[in-house]
């Protein structure tokens, strides 16, 4: 059993046209074949961090790029699979939608324009995040060019910004 497949190119930004991700109702072939490292992970994770909590997200299983279209399946899995799948996904194989692969995962986006300066929106995203009890991110971060990048910044990221500020569509 294949634990996933994805046919797309690797650290290339695609237009993608439409969207046609189904959801398999069977479990996730990565879910199968790591149940027992999943939860000995789990253990280790909620005893590091007990407010986690271990509910349902989708993971894809395949994906393709054809004709400006992705096309996928997706299973609901457990957020303590996801952890272990993205600690391991290396080894795991108008407005429009964008696709990046590269080597240590599949981004699927979308950029969106919006008319507000970008200190405004800062200002705006930190005062949810003042309201969070238990807050998913620091603070807004502004890019405000393609050499203007912080640190800690994920991998997938810097082609992302390069793309973004280039002009590209």
Not at 11 to 20: F, G, R, T
Not at 72 to 90: D, K, P
Not at 112 to 130: G, K, M, N, T, W
Request: with cysteine; proline share 7%.
């Amino acid at each position: 059993m294949t634990l996933v497949s994805f046919d797309l190119p690797r650290n290339v930004i695609l237009p993608v046209d439409a969207v046609d991700v189904r959801l398999d109702p069977g479990p996730h072939p990565f879910a199968l074949t790591n149940a027992a490292a999943i939860a000995d992970n789990w253990r280790r994770e909620t005893a590091a961090n007990p407010a986690l909590f271990d509910g349902t997200v989708v993971l894809l299983s395949e994906l393709a790029y054809r004709d400006g279209r992705l096309i996928g399946r997706c299973h609901a899995v457990n957020y303590s699979t996801f952890m272990l799948w993205r600690q391991r996904r290396e080894n795991s194989g108008a407005e429009h939608y964008h696709a990046l692969s590269t080597a240590s995962g599949t981004v699927i986006f979308r950029r969106y324009r919006v008319a507000e300066p970008a200190d405004e929106l800062a200002r705006r995203i930190s005062a949810f995040v003042a309201t969070e009890t238990e807050p998913e991110i620091e603070g807004p971060v502004i890019i405000r060019n393609a050499a203007d990048l912080p640190d800690g910044l994920m991998g997938h990221m810097k082609p992302l910004i390069e793309w973004h500020f280039a002009g590209a569509d």
